[in-house]
C-alpha cells in the first residue's frame, strides 16, 4: 500500500484513516435516561487519537516535541514562565515538594523536621512528599461549605520550624489565596498550589484576575482521566522562578545537573570542563547528580493527547461551570437537608464536582446508596481526614510525625457526611436535571 507513497503521504493517509475509525467507532452513545451517570469521563475526538498515532508513528518514546509544545502552550494559557511536565499530579507534587528542598535555595530551603501547614481534607499525595521527605505536616481545619483551609488558624499554626504552606483547592473551589498568600509574603514562607482539581480556576486578587496555581510559588496539575483535562496519566508543575523550575527539572530527571533534554549533549557548552562536588575535572555533565532525584518524565504518546486537549479546554471550563450553576439551580429548596457548596470570595472556580454536606439527622449512608441504586455515581471528599487512614496509624501511636493545631471538627464532618457528584464537560442538561431529581427522591426516603 505504502511502496509508492513518500512517508508524509503515508503518515497523512494512517492520519485519515484514524480520523474515520474514531468518528466510526468512538462516537460517545447518547444518553438514555436511566442510564449510568458517571461522576467523571473522557471527553475527547479524532483529534487527540490522530496525534496520539502521529506521536506513535516517530517512536520517539520519551519526552520529545510534544512535550515541548505542550509545556509551551500551558505555560502561554497560564501566563507563567516555566512549565515541566511530569507523569502523575502526585509526581507534580512530588516535585514541587521536594523543590524546596533544593540545597540552591540556602536557608529558606525545606530540612528535615520543618513544619508545612496543610489541610487533611484532601487528597494524600498533597502531604506523601512531606512525611516520605521527612518534613512534618501541620494540620488545620477547614471551613464548610467552601471545603477549603481555615485561614484563621494559620497564625496559631505556624512555629519557628514552619517553612511553607501547601494546599489544595477543593474540587475546583479556590482557598482564599488572598489571606493565605500574605500570611506567607509576613513570614518568608514559601507557597505550593494544588491545582490538580482546579485548572481553569480564577482568583482576584491585588485587583488583577489570575489563574490559580499562578498566585503561589508553585503550581501542579493533574491530566488523570477524571480531571478537567487529560492525557491519561500526566501533570505539570509550574512556576515563575527560575531557581524553582531549575530544581523541579532535576528532581524530575533524575536529580542530576544537567539540564539538556532528552537525546541532547552540551546545551551548556560545558560538558567536560568544570568540576562538581569531589568528582575528577571534566567528569561528564550529563551524569553530574545535585539532588536525590527521579525519573518523573511523561512519554510524547501523553503529550500529543494533552496538546490536542488543551486546544479543547476552554470550552471545558465553561461547560463545568455551566453545569455546576445548573445544579445548583436544580437543588434550590433542598438547603433544609442539605449544605450546598460555595465559592470563595473574589473567585471564578471552574469545578471538577458538586460536593453536598448532609443536615443533621440527614443520613449519608442512606442518602448515598439510594443514589447510586439510580445509576448516579457519587465520591467522597477523597481522603474524608487523612490521619484517620491505616497510613497514619504508626505516627498516631508514636504521637510523631505530624501537628494538629485546634480541633478537625469540620474535617471530621466531611469525613461523615459529605459526598459530590460530577460536572465533568461531557453532561448534557438531561444528565444534570435527572441527577437533581434522583438526590432529590433519595431526601424523601
Sequence with gaps: MFEKMTEQQAREEIL????EYCDTFHRKKEYQKGDRIPYASRVYDHDEMCNLVDSALEFWLTSGRYTDAFEKKLADYLQVKYCSLVNSGSSANLAAFMALTSLSLGERRVKRGDEVITVAAGFPTTVAPMIQYGAVPVFVDVTIPQYNIDVNMLEEALSEKTKAVMLAHTLGNPFDLAAVRAFCDRHH??????????LGSKYTIDGEEKFTGTIGDIGTSSFYPPHHMTMGEGGAVYTNNPLLHRAVRSF???GRDCICPPGCDNLCGHRFD????ELPLGYDHKYVYSNFGYNLK??????????AQLEKFPSFVERRKHNFARLKEALAGTEDKLILPAACENSDPCWFGFLMTCREGVDRNQIVPFVE??????RM??????IKHPCFDEMREKKEGYRVVGTLENTDRIMRDSF??????????EMLDDMAEVIRLSLQQ
Design 252 to 254: 524530575r530527571d533524575w
Design 420 to 429: 459530590w457528584i460530577g460536572v465533568y464537560p461531557g453532561m448534557t442538561d
Design 381 to 386: 471528599l477523597f481522603a474524608g481526614n487523612l
Design 373 to 378: 441504586s439510580k445509576g448516579v455515581q457519587t
Design 189 to 198: 514562607l514559601w507557597l505550593i498550589e494544588d491545582n490538580c482539581d482546579a
Design 298 to 307: 511523561a512519554t510524547d504518546l501523553q503529550a500529543a493527547i494533552g496538546c
Design 274 to 277: 568544570r568540576q562538581f562536588g
Design 16 to 19: 485519515s484513516m484514524v480520523r
